[in-house]
């Protein structure tokens, strides 16, 4: 089993930053795609960034131009730097990993347990 631990969300004001973190622990042959996710009250929980093993990124359009994602493969840890937070940013932010247990297993997904952004105007 695998489990994530989600950090660094918080309150902040409208134009301030945050980064969040989600490391992973357990039994890990090999991360493959790491995700943040996120959903607003009523709403969808949708894909704000993807990373994969090799280091590409796709993110969505909405926070293109604010939101970085990035790994430390070492540490199996996955960041999401958000930047010029807006309030319809707020949300519940969760992480999402690919892993697979072992060399000839199939592959996993495990979610992080959420971690609250609010963005206040």
């Known amino acids: 089993q695998v489990q994530l631990a989600e950090s660094g969300g918080g309150l902040v004001q409208a134009g301030g930053s945050l980064r969040l973190s989600c490391a992973a622990s357990g039994t890990i042959f090999r991360i493959n795609d790491m995700a943040w996710f996120r959903q607003a009250p009523g709403k969808q929980r949708e894909l704000v960034a993807l990373?994969?093993?090799?280091?590409?990124?796709n993110t969505a359009d909405s926070v293109k131009d604010r939101f970085t994602i990035s790994r430390d493969s070492a540490k199996n840890t996955v960041y999401l730097q958000m930047n010029n937070l807006k309030p319809e940013d707020t949300a519940v932010y969760y992480c999402k990993v690919n892993v697979a247990h072992t060399r000839y297993s199939g592959s996993y997904h495990y979610w992080g347990q959420g971690t609250q952004v609010t963005v206040s105007s």
């Open positions: 990373i994969t093993s090799g280091g590409s990124t």
